[in-house]
């Protein structure tokens, strides 16, 4: 097996950008998920609710080596947000049922957001410390931690496994006498390593992965949203692949595409290394 490509999103829910090599950090890819849009309550907005956070482009030094400020965010017709990482008293962020902390990226941040996303009540704030937020002890050890990832620092999914759920989508559609869509991309998963050469869903058995010299525990199968529903290009919400998991991918009432990974060691990877996993 080997690694066919790699991503962060630096903004929970924005563009992801592809990488040719990254540094793998106890938290996870560095500057994956340490930024989040939150309403006026502090609870993160993403693209579940705000199909539109996926049209804006976040990008560090990390995904962009010509950038000399900590952040850049883009959009259509407004002129670039370059930022800083910022400084200033926390405030809270709400993810799911956690409660968690961040600095606000100030005012003219907020105000590009709010224009961006056409609403008032945004904000933008970056994670200073990912050491704060602790993972659910079922699947982790003392001492993991993460950014603003939904729960994990590293989701790895299979190119194998992508073209058997394509398969089944094909097959679904003609029984019901529809014409077959297209299949769908990588990027409706968000996945961070992207592996191919084992066989489909043979990840399901992986209990530890290690990409060239870096280590990764399998912390548990992800299991996927509503957000894998929207098409990336007109921002609408079909049907799949949530029909098409639930069908043959649902175990505990959850539709599973890909595993969470906590990394065990640090180090750098790249596009083309070797992988290899233990079951």
């Known amino acids: 097996m080997q690694i066919t490509s790699l991503a962060a999103h630096p903004v929970k829910s924005t563009a992801s950008r592809p990488l040719t090599s990254v540094a793998v950090l106890p938290r996870g890819f560095e500057d994956d998920r340490s930024w989040v849009v939150v309403d006026a309550d502090g609870v993160v907005v993403t693209a579940r609710e705000q199909h539109d956070l996926f049209a804006l482009v976040a990008d560090t030094p990390r995904t962009d080596p010509t950038l000399d400020r900590d952040l850049r965010l883009r959009a259509a017709d407004l002129p670039d947000l370059l930022l800083d990482h ?150 609408t919400t079909g049907k799949e692949p949530i029909r098409t998991l639930a069908r043959h991918r649902l175990v505990d009432h959850k539709t599973l595409f890909a595993v969470s990974l906590v990394p065990e060691n640090t180090g750098t990877v790249r596009v083309g290394d070797p992988v290899t996993a233990r079951l």
């Open 86 to 235: 910022p400084d200033a008293d926390l405030v809270r962020v709400k993810l799911f049922s956690r409660e968690l902390q961040g600095v606000p990226a100030g005012g003219e941040a907020d105000a590009w957001v709010r224009k961006a996303l056409g609403r008032d009540d945004v904000r933008l704030v970056w994670c200073d410390d990912p050491t704060r937020r602790r993972l659910n002890p079922e699947f982790s050890r003392p001492g993991d931690h993460t950014a603003y990832a939904d729960g994990y620092p590293v989701t790895i999914a299979s190119e194998a496994s992508l073209r058997r759920l394509n398969d089944w989508i094909v097959e679904g559609a003609l029984s019901r006498g529809e014409e077959p869509p297209e299949p769908l991309p990588m990027a409706r998963f968000r996945p961070n390593l992207v592996v191919d050469g084992d066989g489909p869903f043979a990840e399901d058995a992986w209990t530890r992965v290690t990409v060239g010299d870096v280590s990764f525990r399998v912390a548990k199968p992800t299991d996927r949203c509503v957000m894998t529903t929207i098409d990336l290009g007109s921002l």
